[in-house]
């Protein structure tokens, strides 16, 4: 164990239940997503243009424009 108790990290987990998720070849992840919903709710998610999303900022704080601006930079 170490000193960090994250527990999404792999150190911080029991060797036993480590090799049962590398036994799984990533399949662990997670069971959802877009990618796994029918094509209908995907169809209908995707009409919306993004209005489905939680989304991270107020259209038009100072914030969005500021990300928008730096876009896929880093």
């Known amino acids: 164990m170490t000193d960090n108790t994250n527990p999404g990290n792999f150190?911080?987990?029991?060797q036993e239940e480590v090799s049962n998720i590398a036994k799984?070849?990533?399949q662990s992840s997670h069971q959802g997503g877009f990618a796994s919903m029918d094509a209908d709710k995907q169809?209908?998610?995707?009409?919306?243009?993004?209005?489905?999303?939680?989304?991270?900022?107020?259209?038009?704080?100072e914030k969005a424009?500021?990300?928008?601006?730096?876009?896929g930079s880093k």
Not at 11 to 14: D, T, V
């Open 24 to 26: 799984k070849g990533g």
């Open 11 to 14: 150190a911080n987990r029991p």
């Open 65 to 71: 424009k500021a990300a928008g601006q730096k876009g």
């Open 43 to 61: 169809r209908d998610i995707a009409s919306q243009g993004g209005k489905a999303s939680s989304g991270s900022f107020e259209p038009g704080s």
